[in-house]
């Protein structure tokens, strides 16, 4: 590889870097709150509980999804990019809550609109970013007895493509950093959206017994 080749490689890889790395620290404590909010990995999880976070992350993924099916109508091409139409998921909670016995969410959060394609790779690193946990998350559902023979699907739905799925959203982060995108709206998307899921999810573990 030629020396100039070798430099453009590197400053690509960097960018890459970097537009990941300001997501991920600067959505930390964000992050961190929806984890403990949900307590998906408690032990003593219930199945009562767990219908009552499933019906919340179900209404509150029909909202953001309802957002980003608008901003593909206006940007048909950077939505095809990024596979949207197979990254959907609140189906999926839907059929999940089926499972267990439960109806489908009513209630859904007003989430700001996904005004470009910034904001949507914002949203979407929240909601892709759930898939990679999702699979330790079920490991951890097929293990608890009260949960024996229920199948919960929606948080690990690409099943062994997870982490193909994964890397190709990074390779469209990269790619719209590199054409001119802003990584701080793509941030500040990120954080109201974390935000937003940890607030919405709260009264699921606030209003259930353990």
């Not at 608008?70 to 839907?94: E, G, I």
């Not at 390779?171 to 959206?193: F, K």
């Amino acid at each position: 590889m030629a020396a100039g080749e070798n430099a453009t490689g590197q400053r690509a890889r960097s960018g890459e870097d970097d537009v990941l790395r300001l997501l991920r620290s600067g959505t930390a404590d964000e992050h961190e709150d929806v984890e403990r909010t949900l307590d998906l990995l408690d032990p003593g999880l219930t199945p009562a509980r767990l219908v009552a976070v499933l019906e919340r992350m179900h209404g509150f993924w029909r909202s953001a999804e309802a957002g980003l099916d608008a901003w593909a109508q206006q940007h048909p091409a950077d939505a095809d990019r990024l596979s949207w139409a197979r990254r959907r998921r609140a189906d999926l909670f839907a059929a999940d809550l089926a499972a267990l016995g439960a109806p489908a969410a009513a209630a859904t959060p007003d989430l700001p609109p996904v005004t470009g394609t910034d904001e949507a790779l914002g949203r979407l690193y929240v909601l892709e970013g759930s898939t990679l946990g999702g699979t330790f998350i079920d490991r951890h559902l097929a293990a608890l007895p009260a949960l024996a023979g229920v199948r919960i699907g929606a948080f690990s739905p690409y099943g062994e493509r997870t982490g193909a799925m994964w890397a190709d959203f990074r390779r469209a982060t990269r790619e719209r950093v590199a054409a001119g995108g802003s990584p701080q709206a793509m941030l500040a998307a990120a954080r109201t959206t974390f935000a937003a899921l940890a607030g919405w999810c709260r009264p699921a573990t606030t209003e259930v017994p353990a």
